[in-house]
């Protein structure tokens, strides 16, 4: 019997670099993406077509979209906020643009400056501008989960904003939890319900680890039919709420915990901890990624010459 | 409908204590106790009767039994590794004893410096002097889940100690992942076999979260009927095959994850939230706790005045 098949999406090159202090230069981003390249995934979030002003961070968008090595077989997203974004990405050929709005109103205007609504129309303008190219649309829906600023959001909303987009033909929807309020019995619950209202869209689940439960919301997804994640690199990417916490879900713990599932992600986990390897020198810090401190779990090691004495493990 | 009961171990007193650089005085580890015991925990592991050559950290076991407030409905555990230590811990009024060996044959001898057939004899001169005492004996088998020297463990090596120890008359076994290599179809599939062989036994689960699994294993467990679970405030406790890895299962992540599922853990989020905030000033580092970080999910934010911009976040 063939293992189920679960697709992953890295999204460390836009979620994860976007927040790093220091800038991560053009051959690191393109050396990193390329890296990715090889390991796997379905999907890779290059880069983000946002005002340079906005986010400098990704300024050198078009260099890093025109240098990449396209992989055949994976497919290369970005994000886009606007039309003029939309225009910028066009020019240098992606595969699928990610269009953002918050489920919450209040999430939406303090991240997005705009209200839901002038958001939903933005959205709906690029999507119109998008519609005659060959670039796939999918619709990333932010706090889909809880807003760290209204608390919980009600899931009446989430399937409003599905629906909407949806009946613009929208066939890709991501449901993000931005701040890591999710929860597993709360995800399995979304899950079954936008699997069932919607049976033509196909659903990615974009988790963080900000209180610990990436991974339990995973699997919990995966419970309900969710074969779609996003994760990033090394576990990149913060929480502005939550200084110090964990950012998004870690790609390699989350394959590494998929593999001993018995799934197959496609992902190879030894190419992808060398490139998470690689990235406290880029970014200058410690990153979150417990994977590539302790390997896996199979790797083995000598008896510790000193550290152990009498009684001392459980 | 009452919610299903989930009972909850802090084993940070000792299993954390024991493994920090810095000796915590004894007055801390009593105000830290005396903290946890207002939390609602079915049990605390206070320290450990260990020589205090071999664990000078908990070299004060004796004063600390002595001055902590027990509570009522709270179980005082400690970890006793010999007879020496038996009469020690007999000597200050405790609930249980804890007794440690390894499934593991490599790990046994690592850690405790015995084979297993030494360590399980050991354990049963301290079962028999604790016969006639109201001390209750619980078993703690580590490296359950996996050896970081040998790998794989096989269930059935799991079985046969918790059989020989069932015919001792042991009615309470711990099944310790001692270096986080559990995961979430094993820990179903032992917790399963282990209850359907030994109904009579009272099972505990301890998991480290050194490859970011704990909280799916806990919920695995909870699957296959486990209810009682062992964790550390502050998720203190390393792992010394995986320097700067998470250690044990965070109690307030798991408090917090089974609040959400719809479970009554008897413990007080907040309370011991409060608790956990006084760690990093006492072992002089931060700690991994990702809900001392990020509080409860529906901790209400303000919006950030600068740290988003426009399409910032999914």
């Known amino acids: 019997m063939s293992k189920p098949r679960i697709y992953m999406h890295d999204v460390a090159p ?3 670099f976007q927040n790093e202090n220091v800038f991560i230069s053009t051959d690191d981003k ?16 290059a880069t983000s077509f946002t005002s340079p002003k906005a986010i400098p961070a990704l300024r050198d ?4 979209m025109h240098r990449i ?9 970005v994000l886009i906020p606007n039309a003029r ?3 910028r990405a066009l020019s240098c050929g992606i595969d699928e643009a990610n269009l953002v709005m918050s489920v919450s109103e209040t999430h939406n205007q303090a991240n997005l ?3 839901r609504d002038q958001s939903a129309n933005q959205l709906s303008q690029i999507i119109e501008t998008l519609a005659d190219s060959s670039v796939a649309v999918n619709v990333s829906l932010s706090t889909a989960f809880g807003c760290p600023m209204e608390g919980n ?3 009446s909303e989430v399937l409003r904003l599905v629906e909407h987009f949806a009946r613009q033909n929208v066939k890709r929807i991501s449901l993000c939890d931005t701040t890591g309020m999710a929860y597993p019995s709360q995800v399995r619950h979304i899950a079954r319900m936008a699997k069932a209202s919607f049976p033509k869209v196909t659903f990615t689940f974009h988790f963080h680890n900000t209180r610990g439960l990436a991974q339990s919301n995973v699997l919990a997804a995966i419970d309900a039919g969710i074969d779609r994640f996003d994760a990033s690199l090394g576990g990149l990417g913060g929480c502005p709420y939550a200084p110090g916490a964990s950012g998004n879900a870690c790609t390699e713990e989350v394959v590494h915990m998929l593999e001993l599932e018995g799934f197959n992600t496609g ?12 990235l406290p020198a880029l970014v200058e810090h410690d990153i979150p990624s417990q994977i590539l401190k302790a390997g896996h779990r199979l790797t083995k090691h000598p008896a510790p010459a000193n550290a152990q004495s009498m009684g001392k493990a459980a």
């Open 69 to 77: 090595k396209r992989q055949p077989g994976v497919e290369y997203t």
């Open 113 to 115: 400056r705009m209200t």
């Open 153 to 155: 959001i009600a899931e």
């Open 14 to 16: 836009r979620d994860g």
């Open 30 to 45: 393109v050396a990193i993406i390329d890296a990715l390249s090889e390991c796997g995934f379905a999907k890779i979030e």
């Open 61 to 64: 968008a078009e260099e890093v």
């Open 267 to 278: 992902v190879d986990l030894q190419k992808l901890v060398a490139v998470a390897a690689r």
């Open 85 to 87: 974004g939309a225009e």
